[in-house]
């Protein structure tokens, strides 16, 4: 049994530890992080969720940037800790958050990542959308949360604010 939970600030060291022993290191040179650094996370949709003794078993985190001077979520990082790949937690954090986004009012939300993961999802292949470099455009994938709502919005990706 887990429990769903909004990412509160004094989770953010454990949330980071998480991501530590799940990315590679350097994560944070990634282009992604070029775009958060600075800004802050859509708190509303960071979330955790724990085991019945409290740890942590996974996070997801979301901040705003734009393209074309619209505004477009921007998931992840997502990390499920290893002993507990495999259970459906990763899927189950971002199922619930963009239901949320949805409710929240955001129209659109992209990614940096497999394209064969994501795509169970609804992420395609964003077309005309840059991330800066060095990304690999196949890896740029986007998501509508309204219908229509990546429909001539192409360009590079900017850090909101």
């Known amino acids: 049994m887990y429990r769903l939970e909004q990412e509160r600030d004094a989770d953010w060291w454990e949330v980071e530890a998480l991501y530590d022993l799940c990315f590679a290191p350097g994560r944070t040179a990634l282009s992604s992080y070029r775009l958060r650094d600075g800004v802050p996370t859509v708190a509303d949709l960071c979330a955790l969720l724990r085991d019945a003794d409290g740890t942590l ?12 001077d619209k505004p477009v979520l921007l998931l992840g ?8 790949q495999g259970e459906g ?11 949320e986004a949805r409710k929240l009012g955001w129209e659109r939300v992209m990614l940096v990542g497999d394209a064969p993961y994501y795509r169970r999802f609804g992420f395609r292949k964003l077309e005309r959308v840059e ?31």
Do not use: D
Request: glycine share 10%; net charge positive.
């Open 57 to 68: 078993a996974a996070a997801i985190r979301y901040w705003p940037v734009k393209v074309a």
């Open 77 to 84: 990082p997502v990390a499920v800790h290893p002993t507990r």
């Open 89 to 99: 937690l990763g899927a189950l954090l971002i199922t619930e958050t963009l239901a």
């Open 131 to 161: 991330m800066p470099p060095p990304t690999n455009p196949e890896r740029v994938l986007g998501m509508p949360l309204v219908t229509g709502a990546w429909e001539g919005v192409e360009g590079s990706v900017t850090k909101a604010g």
